[in-house]
């Protein structure tokens, strides 16, 4: 596990679980053997309880909990049981990684997501086959291929010599027509790679291997925020980039007043928001009350005017002579 997949790992940790920190998830990281000296894995970061973590490989070895008999048919593990599964450094030995990813899916609980690392570049080391390299657009394609969202794919360029790419996909929620049409689709993709005759028999075995069900609960990770970890490694990388071409120094410091920039200027056009508002408002009930006060006007008028006219009738002509006399008109 080199430096950079393995910190990458903990940027994904940080953006998408935290929120999960104290919610039991079911983990598996798919080739999670640690060759020769290496002394780094995924477990470091999510072997945390009250998380559960399995090392799986087609292979024993150090950090493997589960060793799968067939890398295209899991039957070591079951359809609708993994809330988060991890890959690093596995996908470019795969011959026929687009079978595997129907395995990687099923697996997972509605809901459920997949982190998924890889290298975009580097040289040649075979374990014991190097077949694949993976840019954004290929690694989106294999989720929509898989039935599934993306909610981040990025790659690292320039950075080592592998320029890790990451593929980052959550499951929907399916209907029981899109559940079934998943379930034929993988189980042709299995049948493809057998060395059996296909029959009709053939088929339907491989169409109930291990269906879904779609009865058990989602998974906890199904809200997490599509894009949210494709941002913070843009800008990690933009910032090294710049730095590593001279263009800009950007310190610690600049980096984290970038930050708070940024923060600020949310916070501003928020708070811009909310005065357009306020006064939305006010202008609402200064015409509200003109409204109520003109009424108020209107009645009193009409009152006055009444009274007046009572008070005339009360005193007959008696009053309006002697208003005439003290006029000087009697």
């Known amino acids: 596990m080199h430096a950079s997949s393995h910190e990458m790992m903990g940027e994904f940790v940080d953006v998408h679980l935290a929120d999960a920190r104290t919610t039991p998830l079911e983990i598996v990281d798919f080739g999670a053997q640690m060759i020769g000296a290496e002394q780094a894995s995924y477990r470091t970061h999510l072997a945390v309880a009250p998380w559960n973590y399995r090392g799986i490989d087609i292979v024993e070895g150090r950090n493997v909990d589960v060793v799968l008999a067939d890398p295209y048919r899991w039957s070591e593990l079951p359809s609708e049981s993994i809330d988060l599964f991890v890959s690093g450094q596995a996908f470019e030995h795969i011959e026929h990684f687009w079978v595997t990813i129907f395995e990687v899916v099923r697996v997972l609980k509605p809901g459920g997501i997949t982190a998924i690392i890889a290298p975009s570049s580097g040289y040649e ?15 989106a394609a294999l989720a929509r291929y898989a039935q599934c969202e993306v909610v981040d794919v990025f790659a690292d360029w320039g950075n080592g010599d ?17 559940r079934a049409r998943f379930d034929r689709r993988a189980g042709i993709q299995r049948l493809m790679l057998s060395d059996q005759a296909i029959s009709a028999a053939l088929i339907a075995d491989e169409w109930q291997f291990q269906p879904q069900s779609g009865v058990g609960p989602a998974s ?4 997490v925020r599509a894009g949210a970890l494709t941002d913070r490694l843009t800008l990690r990388r933009d910032r090294r980039v710049a730095t590593e071409i001279g263009e800009a120094e950007i310190g610690e410091a600049e980096f984290a ?13 928020r708070t811009a928001q909310l005065s357009a508002d306020n006064d939305a408002l006010r202008a609402a009930l200064d015409e509200a009350q003109r409204a109520a006060t003109a009424a108020t006007d209107s009645t009193l008028m ?3 005017g009444a009274a007046r006219a009572k008070i005339a009738d009360a005193a007959g002509d008696r009053g309006r002579a002697l208003y005439k006399k003290l006029r000087g008109r009697a």
Request: glycine letters at 4%.
């Open 162 to 178: 592998w320029g890790d790419a990451i593929l980052v996909l959550r499951k929907p929620v399916w209907s029981d027509d899109e």
């Open 257 to 269: 007043e970038a930050a708070r920039a940024e923060q600020l200027a949310s916070l501003e056009s």
């Open 302 to 304: 009409k009152s006055y």
């Open 125 to 139: 080391h075979r374990f014991p086959v190097d077949c694949w390299r993976f840019y954004p657009d290929g690694f």
């Open 220 to 223: 906890p990770l199904a809200s």
